[in-house]
Nanobody, 125 residues
Framework: QVTLVESGGGLVQAGDSLTLSCAAS????????MGWFRRAPGKEREFVSA????????YYAVSMKGRFTISRDNARNTVSMRMNSLKPEDTAVYFC??????????????????WGQGTQVTVSS
C-alpha cells in the first residue's frame, strides 16, 4: 500500500512558476514509477509527466515539455514537478500517482496503482 499526498498548489498569475510536491508513505517507493496527471474543469484526466523507478527516464506530454520538469528523491520518498511559464489553460487539479510496473508506458491513468487526492492549481490571466 502506498499513500500519496500532494502539496504546493495555489493561485498564480500567467507566466509565474510553481513547484508541486508529492510525499509517499509506504514501502519500496523506488519500485514505483511516479506520474503527474491533471483534470481541468469539464475535461478528462490527462497525463502531464512521469519519471521511471530508476530516475533515468522522464516522460512529458507534448504541451508541457520544456515548461515542466519532474524529479524524484528516492531517499526522501518524494516526487516534485517544477512548472514554469504557467498559462491559464494549466488550471486544473493535479494528481500524483504511483505505477508499480517496469514495462508500462507510465502515461495512461489505468496503468497507475495508487493516487493522491490532488492539489488545485489556478492560473489567472
Amino acid at each position: 500500500q502506498v499513500t500519496l499526498v500532494e502539496s504546493g498548489g495555489g493561485l498564480v498569475q500567467a507566466g509565474d512558476s510553481l513547484t508541486l510536491s508529492c510525499a509517499a508513505s509506504g514501502r519500496a517507493f523506488d519500485n514505483y514509477a511516479m506520474g503527474w496527471f491533471r483534470r481541468a474543469p469539464g475535461k478528462e484526466r490527462e497525463f502531464v509527466s512521469a519519471i521511471s523507478q530508476s530516475v533515468r527516464t522522464t516522460y512529458y506530454a507534448v504541451s508541457m515539455k520544456g515548461r515542466f520538469t519532474i524529479s524524484r528523491d528516492n531517499a526522501r520518498n518524494t516526487v516534485s514537478m517544477r512548472m514554469n511559464s504557467l498559462k491559464p489553460e494549466d488550471t486544473a487539479v493535479y494528481f500524483c500517482a504511483a505505477d508499480r510496473s517496469y514495462t508500462s508506458t507510465h502515461q495512461t491513468p489505468s496503468e497507475y496503482d495508487y493516487w493522491g487526492q490532488g492539489t488545485q492549481v489556478t492560473v489567472s490571466s
